[in-house]
Structure formats: C-alpha cells, structure tokens
C-alpha cells in the first residue's frame, strides 16, 4: 500500500470521525429535552456521567482483555492529562452556573465563539498559525451561526451575570481543545476521555449526593431512574454525547488543526436545528436554509482549505524529546 493510499484512507477515517462527533453533539438536545420533565440540570447531568462512567470501565476492561488498551508509561507527566481534563469539566461547570441566569440563546451565541477562543488561544500557546483562507471560513460559520441562533430565538435577552459565566466557560473549552492538542501523541484519545469520564463523575455525582443529603432530596435524585424513557435518554447524553464525544474531539485535535477541528461544534448547532424539523416537525424558514448553507460552506472550505505542514505548533512529544 502505497503512503498516498494510506493518507487517504486516514483522512477518510478523520473526516468520518468528525460528522459523527458533530451529529452525536447535534442530538444530544433531543435527549436533553426527553429528560427534563423528569429531572434538574444537576440531576441530569450527574446521571449522564454514571452512563459515561459505566462506558469507560467497559471500554477499558474490553480493551485490556483484547490487549489493545495503550500501556501507561510512568515516566508520562500524568498532571497534563488531568489538566486537559480539568479543563472540560470547568468549561460544564460554569455552563451550568450560567443556565441560572443566562437565557439557552445567550449562551448559544457565546458558545457559537468557541471556535475563535479556541484559535486565540492555539496561537498564543501552541504557536498555530492560521492562513488568511482559513479565517475567512471560521467568520463566515460563526456570523452564520450567530444570525440563525438571533433569527431562530423567540425572545432574545442578556444577563451580565450569565454571559459572564458563559465567556468563562468557554474559555476554558478553548483551553481544553489546546491542551488535548498539546498532549497528543503522549496520550490516547481513550486516555483523555477516561480521564474526564471519572473526574466528571466524582465532582457531578458527588456534588448530586450532597446536595440531596443536606435539602432532604434523596428521594427526587432516585425517582428519575424508574423512568424508562429517562433511563435510555440519560444512558444516549452519557454514552454519544460525553463518552464518544470526548473521544471524537480527542482523536480529532490528534490530527487537525484546533481551528479545523473546533468548527464542527458549530455545524452540530445545524443539526440540531435540522433534526428538529424532521423529527420534531419544527417549521423551517428562509434563514435557516441560508445561514446553513453559509454554515456548511465555512465547515468544508475550512476542511479543504491548504494546511501548511509545518504548522503543527507545539507538542508533548517535541517537548520531551528535547529532555
């Protein structure tokens, strides 16, 4: 097999990771929406956890009887995959401390962004270089967006307080795609995804019990899972949209570019709007087919645009070959 056969069948395994990293964030608000009326956002989120929880261990105990789970290295420095950790679980955090006083279009014009916080950053501490080409395509999906979540919202209103806490946290997604992309090839995708998988539980699951425990709530934190359509749509949130998810992007920032990889959040927000008019019959207007043919220009040309090879920025691995 020849290296150009091999380039193309890894880009074609690339390109196919990132469509399913993209629908799989683009349904999560059907199962968010499935779980609401039987749950808080805390509640939810901790169950989601338990499922991803749950996958992990599988996933690894599968791995390991196969024998084709990454042997750990003790001489790794373990504190950069726990950082890149942390900052995901503080990227959900201040989300959530956001839904207390931001509106869900707010923080959907703020997250729209993250591509860009995310290119800010790359620049600054990896030393990713964008072409003029490339920055064309990130305005033109992030305008796009921005207008089709104003034009999509039913009422539109600003809370200093929350978009405050919606800027931090997507900060900190930025610095999470930074740090993964710093970290590859020293960690595995799997790793990264482990590593979130358990923080996130111990902090969200933990956090769940104690607040039950001190408010005298217990029962309302164990009511939900005698629910069976709560049960599947927790289990889907967990799995697709925190286990597989986390895995995607990890693989994703492997082999992009932060800024070619973090434009396929906003094409998930395309998604989500297109899914909900074909299954849940929501009308489409003129908007949503310009902007998202806008979107899905921005994504591809961004995908297709020339990369320079040398433009790899800064990793793990240069850093400790040089040790």
């Given at each position: ?51 991803a929880l749950i996958g992990v261990i599988l996933w ?121 992309r710093y970290i590859r090839g020293v960690f595995k ?135």
């Amino acid at each position: 097999m020849t290296n150009q056969v091999k380039d193309s069948e890894a880009k074609w395994k690339l390109y196919i990771v990132a469509f399913a990293f993209t629908f799989s964030i683009g349904f999560s608000f059907f199962g968010i929406k499935k779980c609401v009326p039987y749950a808080d956002t805390l509640t939810i989120l901790a169950y989601r956890y338990v499922a991803a929880l749950i996958g992990v261990i599988l996933w690894i105990g599968i791995s390991k009887i196969m024998g084709v789970y990454p042997k750990s290295d003790v001489k790794r420095p373990k504190g950069r995959l726990y950082q890149t950790a942390a900052f995901y679980i503080l990227f959900m955090i201040f989300q959530i401390l956001s839904m207390f006083f931001a509106t869900s279009v707010e923080g959907a014009i703020v997250y729209a962004m993250a591509p860009i916080f995310a290119k800010i950053i790359g620049r600054i501490v990896l030393g990713e270089k964008s072409t003029r080409l490339q920055m064309i395509f990130v305005v033109l999906t992030v305008t796009a967006l921005i207008i089709l979540i104003i034009l999509n919202a039913t009422n539109i209103s600003f809370n200093f307080k929350g978009l405050i806490f919606m800027v931090i946290g997507t900060f900190f997604m930025g610095c999470q795609n930074v740090s993964a992309r710093y970290i590859r090839g020293v960690f595995k995708p799997i790793e990264i995804t482990a590593a979130i998988a358990i923080g996130g539980s111990v902090i969200f699951i933990g956090t769940s019990v104690i607040k039950a425990i001190v408010t005298g709530t217990f029962d309302k934190l164990i009511e939900p899972i005698h629910h069976a359509d709560f049960v599947l749509w927790a289990s889907f949130l967990g799995i697709f949209c925190i286990l597989l998810s986390a895995q995607f992007m990890a693989y994703m920032l492997a082999h992009m570019e932060i800024i070619q990889s973090t434009i396929f959040n906003s094409a998930s927000t395309l998604v989500s709007v297109i899914a909900g008019a074909l299954v849940l019959g929501e009308p489409l207007s003129w908007y949503h087919y310009v902007c998202g043919a806008l979107i899905l220009t921005g994504v591809v040309g961004l995908t297709l645009a020339p990369v320079d090879s040398n433009n790899a920025g800064k990793s793990l691995s240069d850093e400790l070959g040089k040790k």
